[in-house]
T-cell receptor
Framework: DAEITQSPRHKITETGRQVTLACHQT?????MFWYRQDLGHGLRLIHY???????NKGEVSDGYSVSRSNTEDLPLTLESAASSQTSVYFC?????????????FGQGTRLTVV | AQSVTQLDSHVSVSEGTPVLLRCNYS??????LFWYVQHPNKGLQLLLK??????LVKGINGFEAEFKKSETSFHLTKPSAHMSDAAEYFC?????????FGTGTRLKVLA
């Protein structure tokens, strides 16, 4: 079965370190997204991609970057981790060209910055 | 830009009684709307979606939602709550192929 997987599931890092969260999907979806979930805010969009070599900033993109070198993967990098980036991160993907299709989500990565 | 507002951050119901989770949307054109559920420490699962085919949408686990353009609402309902329905629920609108989330409603089901 097709799926979307995130790794690691849990990570603790120190302030100032660079951190990369992995996201891999086997749906062959062109659209991929990164969200962060914080209490009281729901899920907020960090970055998204509509295809290989395409990346776009979302609502809360400061301090984060992504790159899309193939269809399956969209890694999220925290350039210099800050305590404000302690959160649960979700990756998602969806089929392109259809605005009414749903997104499929990974299980999330819980990141703690100490 | 499109947006959704979930009117209640917490809802408590007794087991066996109806559930109503409210969502209003803002859109300049006919939106695509979704409800997702998140059980504790889990990912997000699609409950149902509205894509303009029918205004009353049936989803999984007995949930349904009605799209009301005149009220710009897409409320989620279930006739009889079960203990396993306790979770966080998100109303979502699709905007230019992105997904915009409401702030969530935490449903508590009392025995």
């Amino acid at each position: 079965d097709a799926e979307i997987t995130q790794s690691p599931r849990h990570k603790i890092t120190e302030t100032g370190r660079q951190v990369t969260l992995a996201c891999h999907q086997t749906w062959n979806h062109n659209n991929m997204f990164w969200y962060r979930q914080d209490l009281g805010h729901g899920l907020r969009l960090i970055h998204y991609s509509y295809g290989v070599h395409d990346t776009n900033k979302g609502e809360v993109s400061d301090g984060y970057s992504v790159s899309r070198s193939n269809t399956e993967d969209l890694p999220l990098t925290l350039e210099s981790a800050a305590s404000s980036q302690t959160s649960v991160y979700f990756c998602a993907s969806s089929e392109s060209g259809r605005g009414n299709t749903e997104a499929f989500f990974g299980q999330g990565t819980r990141l703690t910055v100490v | 830009a499109q947006s959704v507002t979930q009117l209640d951050s917490h809802v408590s119901v007794s087991e066996g009684t109806p559930v109503l989770l409210r969502c209003n949307y803002s859109s300049s054109y006919s939106p695509s709307l979704f409800w997702y559920v998140q059980h504790p420490n889990k990912g997000l699962q699609l409950l149902l979606k509205y894509t303009s085919a029918a205004t009353l949408v049936k989803g999984i686990n007995g949930f349904e939602a009605e799209f009301k353009k005149s009220e710009t609402s897409f409320h989620l309902t279930k006739p009889s709550a079960h203990m396993s329905d306790a979770a966080e629920y998100f109303c979502v609108v699709s905007d230019d192929y992105k997904y915009i989330f409401g702030t969530g409603t935490r449903l508590k089901v009392l025995a």
